[in-house]
């Protein structure tokens, strides 16, 4: 399996497990929302894919300020 391929799926269960925390919710999910975020724009960066690469540093932004908002919310880890 070459890079792009790996990348790909683990951003996919990155944001899969992500998505299941933040239904509970737990700061967690958005850690790895985040992180997931990051594997993605890895993944479109190899691939010359700028638009989606654009898209995921957008949803980067926006999972940040959501972490700091659910820690001032008191949200637990």
């Keep these: ?30 850690w790895y929302l985040i992180v997931g975020t990051i594997v993605w724009l890895f993944f479109a960066y190899l691939t010359k894919h700028w638009y989606f690469f654009s898209q995921n540093l957008f949803l980067l932004g926006l999972n940040i300020i959501s972490l700091k908002t659910w820690k001032n919310k008191g949200i637990k880890f």
């Excluded at 792009?4 to 899969?16: D, G, H, V």
């Excluded at 509970?24 to 999910?29: N, V």
Aim: aromatic share 4%; proline share 3%.
């Design 1 to 30: 399996m070459d890079a792009i391929k790996i990348s790909e799926i683990i951003a996919t269960i990155l944001c899969i497990v992500g998505v299941i925390y933040i239904t509970i919710p737990k700061r967690k999910g958005l």
